[in-house]
């Protein structure tokens, strides 16, 4: 699987969400679709077509509010708690 260098936002619930791609690494398998050694065309492809894990995460701004996934469960008094207001 093929990685990804980001720069991201971090929440208050511990999420980050990817700003920008740096770079990535390369796996050099020829069964990732995202790695240079992908055959193209490559017929009937049941190749891997998800990225690993961030190989590097690198957080350029903090949030004191939710991610967007998240905002609309902390809503109310554990939301409140949890902002620290």
Not at 26 to 54: I, K, M, T, W
Not at 72 to 77: M, T, V
Request: glycine content about 8%.
């Amino acid at each position: 699987m093929c990685n990804l260098d980001t720069e991201g936002t971090k929440y208050i619930c511990g999420h980050y969400i990817i700003t920008r791609k740096l770079r990535k690494h390369d796996c050099g398998n020829a069964r990732c679709s995202f790695s240079v050694r992908h055959p193209n065309p490559c017929p009937n492809c049941q190749c891997e077509r998800y990225l690993g894990p961030d190989h590097q995460e690198t957080i350029t701004a903090t949030s004191r509010d939710f991610c967007p996934e998240c905002k609309p469960w902390y809503r109310g008094p554990l939301g409140e708690k949890m902002r620290g207001r």
